[in-house]
């Protein structure tokens, strides 16, 4: 571990202590995680704390934990990730929340803190279900209005829900179930005989 991350560990820990569920380093990174109850006072901590200053929020995603690392997964399944940036200490680090339900997926909303988390937050909202209490204009980014469902969640079905065309006799755009049968396609290999064979070219 190079003497920054050394640093800035050290600092973490000395200003988070006890919030601090996990601590890890790897690939250069500090990914910490914290419970969804001590998330808003540790990010306001990372931002304000003279010797950490994290000022700028530049990522936040949603993830679904269920099958990740194909396997089934013990524990809660999503989680809000974070990558915030200290311009004034030039270093990176990746705060992880992981929702208390999975039924109902909440993480506090970081609006009032970096108020580039807007958009952020409504596509993990979108894409993944998930809930920020605190955001005040949460509603879908990416999917239509009427669109049901989650499309980022690992039990999402490939083909969706519904489809959409358009009817001459409405003249306009409507909503029908799928009408695509599931199949699955099993790719066929065609190998020459003397593949491979360098002697026969």
């Not at 807007?118 to 669109?147: C, K, M, Q, S």
């Not at 969640?153 to 755009?173: A, L, T």
Request: proline share 5%; glycine share 6%.
């Amino acid at each position: 571990m190079s003497a920054k991350l050394e640093t800035l560990s050290q600092n973490l820990q000395k200003h988070l202590g006890e919030r601090i569920k996990s601590l890890k380093t790897a690939l250069g990174e500090v990914t910490i995680e914290v419970d969804a109850a001590d998330y808003l006072a540790a990010m306001k901590t990372l931002r304000d704390e003279p010797e950490l200053q994290f000022e700028e929020l530049i990522d936040l995603c949603g993830i679904d934990y269920s099958t990740y690392g194909n396997s089934e997964r013990q524990g809660k399944r999503f989680a809000a990730v974070s990558h915030l940036l200290s311009i004034a200490n030039n270093w990176r680090i990746r705060v992880r929340c992981f929702a208390p339900e999975d039924d109902f997926p909440a993480v506090p909303s970081v609006t009032e803190i970096w108020n580039s988390a807007n958009w952020f937050e409504r596509e993990a909202f979108d894409l993944f279900g998930i809930v920020f209490p605190g955001h005040n204009d949460l509603r879908r980014i990416l999917t239509d209005y009427g669109f049901i469902g989650h499309p980022f969640r690992k039990d999402f079905p490939i083909s969706g829900y519904v489809e959409m065309r358009y009817d001459p006799d409405q003249q306009r755009v409507i909503y029908q179930p799928v009408t695509i049968e599931p199949r699955e396609v099993t790719p066929r290999i065609v190998r020459e005989e003397t593949y491979g064979d360098v002697e026969n070219g």
